[in-house]
């Protein structure tokens, strides 16, 4: 028997070891995020202010002698070429911390009394003050902004986020967000609140303005994947649509960030404006939570690459159904975990407490291994949106869309999740071109568009690309007519950026899902019609061998494969048995890379696993 844990570690090496050519062009671009740990944890003390000759190099030991000038006050300049190496460094984006800071696990025990635990400067409450004032004015030299995420007076400390208005929608920073869990938890209503800044009336009447088809809005149920964004400008706040002129809201001067009444009438708002107006985007997939769409789910969690994921629990209901399912997907597929609790407003008090008890139970429990923290306050939101994403960590939040509770709290951590654009291990910009579709449309007037992820490489309108296979096996040659993200016009793209595409003179019905966009070489990707693969067998309830057909999720491909051979000597597998696999796909060639991650199911019977190799 292996153990998934084992398992996924050992697929991570092999997927890195097929980009290992990539990563040594581009140096380390997976460490920064680690970077940003260690020297949030070194602590500071009044060590001697260095000269311009000696400041450091290493980005740890800038973000922690930044603090130390500011408050020192007598190099501001050494201060500011600090602070715009690191925003340039961090991809435009920082979150800097003054005074002293308790450390992580007395932030998850909501513990918040000061110890010598506690890591950074001692500063007093003037101190502080002057650091703050000095901050905001080098920050408005390098051209950032500053915005005051959290503040307190005992001890005296704060934390700050700096970013760096972007050019244009091309350096728009984006994160990925997939919203799952079961039936009826609440999972559009929470989206609708989010993105919209009304509240929700308890009846749905938020959840309507998701739904694509008129089945949903008659159900109340998702089928489909839903796409909505989230827009936080330059100086850390929500892009949220004011109010109708001449309502309620509008006449008495209401805060327009505030989450409104559900009677409240904003101005809509297109994607494109939203995207104009901020500095970062998080992009929510919302994903079917009935048994039956459970196949469009899975293809939205494999192909969309999300950053993280939320979960999306009903306090009256509790972890139920496809919850269960869901969760396990997305621990194969080692994403992140978010929990939401939704409801808290209408669930008595000993059924929300039982939630909460089984919760943290499946999150400690060997099949997930997490460490649950109930996330009540600001500077804990902070702290978990940096750390959680690399450390096996389940932040937890209490939400009730009817009245507020806790709303305020995850959207500001959903401003401070980092974007995974920046890595270059998973994302290689200086790579050949590769872009994976995952829907596809004919536009009327523009013609076929298609919509998917870069994952490698750049792309400019205008660029003579390759795309397929088709069921031959062949790629056909086309230009980018013109570049959209987020509905805005743009003229370039590069790798983990989510784009849509126009193609010049195709068919809509030449493109489908699964295919891949490349740029045009004389040597053509070819397709794949065999390869073989190491798995592991998460459940089944009888045996798996020769001739088992299931339908195999690999990125954007979806298709039913058949295995031809296994290297186990009884022929069979069982559940929680490892092999080495030859599949074969039924309908038509693919295009898949050693590396990839895989994940086939059919029925109840679940596997995991990676591509280890093509056979010509």
């Known amino acids: 028997m292996t153990s998934l844990r084992s398992f996924q570690s050992e697929i991570q090496a092999i997927s890195k070891r097929h980009r290992l050519p990539s990563t040594q062009l581009h140096g380390d671009g997976e460490s920064r995020a680690h970077e940003i740990s260690a020297a949030e944890d070194m602590p500071a003390t009044g060590k001697e202010v260095p000269s311009k000759e000696d400041l450091p190099d290493s980005f740890d030991e800038q973000l922690t002698m930044l603090p130390q000038l500011l408050m020192d006050g007598s190099q501001l300049s050494n201060a500011q070429d600090i ?21 992580p696990e007395q932030l998850w025990n909501n513990n918040s009394e000061e110890n010598d635990d506690w890591t950074g400067i001692v500063m007093t409450p003037d101190q502080l003050t002057e650091s703050i004032d000095r901050l ?22 704060s934390i700050h986020l700096l970013r760096l208005p972007p050019a244009s929608v091309e350096s728009l920073i984006e994160v990925r967000c997939a919203v799952v869990g079961n039936v009826d938890s609440g999972k559009s209503t929470t989206l609708g609140v989010l993105t919209r800044g009304s509240l929700d009336d308890g009846r749905g009447k938020v959840r309507v303005n998701l739904f694509r088809h008129k089945h949903e809005i008659e159900s109340g149920r998702t089928s489909s994947v839903g796409m909505e964004i989230l827009g936080f400008s330059a100086d850390g706040l929500p892009v949220v649509a004011s109010f109708h002129a001449g309502t309620v809201e509008a006449n008495s001067n209401q805060d327009k960030l505030a989450f409104a009444a559900p009677t409240a009438k904003r101005e809509k708002m297109a994607w494109d404006e939203i995207s104009g107006q901020s500095a970062k985007v998080v992009g929510f997939v919302d994903l079917a939570g009935h048994e039956k769409y459970l196949k469009t789910s899975l293809f939205g969690l494999t192909s969309g690459a999300p950053d993280f994921v939320l979960l999306i629990v009903g306090a009256n209901a ?12 997305a621990l194969a597929l080692s994403v992140p975990v978010v929990v939401a609790i939704t409801k808290v407003d209408m669930t008595p008090t000993n059924v929300l407490e039982e939630t909460k008890k089984q919760v943290v139970k499946i999150m400690k429990s060997p099949g997930c291994r997490k460490l649950p923290v109930f996330v009540q306050n600001m500077e804990t939101a902070v702290r978990i949106s940096q750390s959680f994403t690399r450390e096996r960590i389940c932040p937890i939040f209490l939400l009730s869309n009817v009245t507020g509770e806790g709303l305020n709290t995850i959207r500001n951590f959903l401003n401070l999740v980092p974007s995974s654009e920046g890595d270059q291990l998973k994302y290689p910009v200086d790579e050949p071109l590769e872009y994976s579709i995952t829907e596809c449309w004919s536009v009327p007037h523009v013609g076929t568009v298609v919509n998917g992820l870069i994952a490698s490489g750049r ?3 205008g660029d003579p690309i390759l795309f397929g296979p088709d069921s031959n096996g062949a790629f056909q040659s086309t230009v980018v007519k013109s570049i959209q993200r987020k509905r805005a016009n743009v003229t370039s793209a590069e790798a983990g950026q989510c784009v849509s595409l126009a193609l ?16 045009k070489t004389d040597n053509p990707p070819r397709a794949v019609r065999r390869f073989e693969g190491q798995v592991l067998i998460l459940y089944h309830n009888s045996t798996l061998q020769r001739g088992y057909q299931a339908m195999l999720h690999a990125g954007a491909v979806r298709q039913t494969v058949r295995i031809v051979s296994m290297d186990n000597p009884n022929g069979v597998l069982r559940t929680g048995d490892r092999a080495t696999v030859e599949f074969e796909f039924m309908s038509s060639p693919e295009f898949l890379k050693p590396g990839m991650k895989l994940l086939f199911r059919e029925g109840k019977t679940k596997g995991l696993g990676v591509v280890t190799r093509i056979i010509p």
């Open 459 to 461: 792309v400019k309108a």
């Open 83 to 103: 602070l715009a190496t690191l925003l340039l460094r961090s991809k435009g984006e920082l979150v800097l911390r003054l005074g002293r800071h308790p450390p």
């Open 318 to 329: 509790g972890m139920i159904g496809m919850s269960k399912e869901h969760l396990a997907i």
């Open 504 to 519: 010049k003179r195709i068919r809509r019905a030449a493109v489908r899902k699964g295919m891949v966009i490349v740029a």
């Open 136 to 157: 905001n004015s080098i920050a408005n030299e390098v051209g950032s902004y500053n915005c005051t995420v959290f503040e307190s007076s005992s001890p005296p400390r």
